[in-house]
T-cell receptor, first 115, second 113 residues
Framework: DVKVTQSSRYLVKRTGEKVFLECVQD?????MFWYRQDPGLGLRLIYF???????EKGDIPEGYSVSREKKERFSLILESASTNQTSMYLC??????????????FGSGTRLTVV | KQEVTQIPAALSVPEGENLVLNCSFT??????LQWFRQDPGKGLTSLLL?????REQTSGRLNASLDKSSGRSTLYIAASQPGDSATYLC????????????FGKGTKLSVKP
């Protein structure tokens, strides 16, 4: 089975801190994605990457950046954390941008609280 | 712009009932539709993936159907169990750009013993 691993389940950070959320997948997928999930708003795409060193903005990229130096790892960076970035962050991967044969596989999520 | 709607937002049933969760989407030009399960505070677990050329997929007690022309999908759960209690999310992959997975807001299912 494809496994997508997010390094932290829970994080508490202070306003203004630089925050790194890490995601690793083990199935050689080209495509990786970062979503955030908020009550009443559902899942929203922040950034995605379809190849090493490539990135594309999603629906809500403001305040975030990403890094993909290796195929298996996709990092989400909060340049200067703010309280409105308190959320559940979900990483996903797929073999194809439209899901391909097996669809999208998600990690277990990181609950980030910014105080 | 693709929009995905799930009805009802919440559902409570007694154990053993068969139930149907609904998902509708506004643009029928989709590549596939995927159903996920999410337990409180956890990530998403993929249940079923239906490609645009398929009409249904089955896994155990779960059966998902897709009617692309009418923009609808249903997730049928047979003989529900308390362990099925979770939020069920429907998502469609559509459009010409990569990374365009659009989610509904989910149906929160509670199965009472």
């Amino acid at each position: 089975d494809v496994k997508v691993t997010q390094s932290s389940r829970y994080l508490v950070k202070r306003t203004g801190e630089k925050v790194f959320l890490e995601c690793v997948q083990d199935m050689d997928h080209e495509n990786m994605f970062w979503y955030r999930q908020d009550p009443g708003l559902g899942l929203r795409l922040i950034y995605f990457s379809y190849d090493v060193k490539m990135k594309e903005k999603g629906d809500i990229p403001e305040g975030y950046s990403v890094s993909r130096e290796k195929k298996e790892r996709f990092s989400l960076i909060l340049e200067s954390a703010s309280t409105n970035q308190t959320s559940m962050y979900l990483c996903a991967s797929s073999s194809h941008g439209t899901g391909g044969r097996y669809g999208y596989t998600f990690g277990s999520g990181t609950r980030l609280t910014v105080v | 712009k693709q929009e995905v709607t799930q009805i009802p937002a919440a559902l409570s049933v007694p154990e053993g009932e068969n139930l149907v969760l609904n998902c509708s989407f506004t643009d029928s030009a989709i590549y596939n539709l995927q159903w996920f399960r999410q337990d409180p505070g956890k990530g998403l677990t993929s249940l079923l993936l239906i490609q645009s050329s398929q009409r249904e997929q089955t896994s155990g007690r779960l059966n998902a159907s897709l009617d692309k022309s009418s923009g609808r999908s249903t997730l049928y759960i047979a003989a529900s169990q308390p362990g099925d209690s979770a939020t069920y999310l429907c998502a469609v992959s559509s459009g010409g750009s990569q990374g365009n997975l659009i989610f509904g807001k989910g149906t929160k299912l509670s199965v009472k013993p």
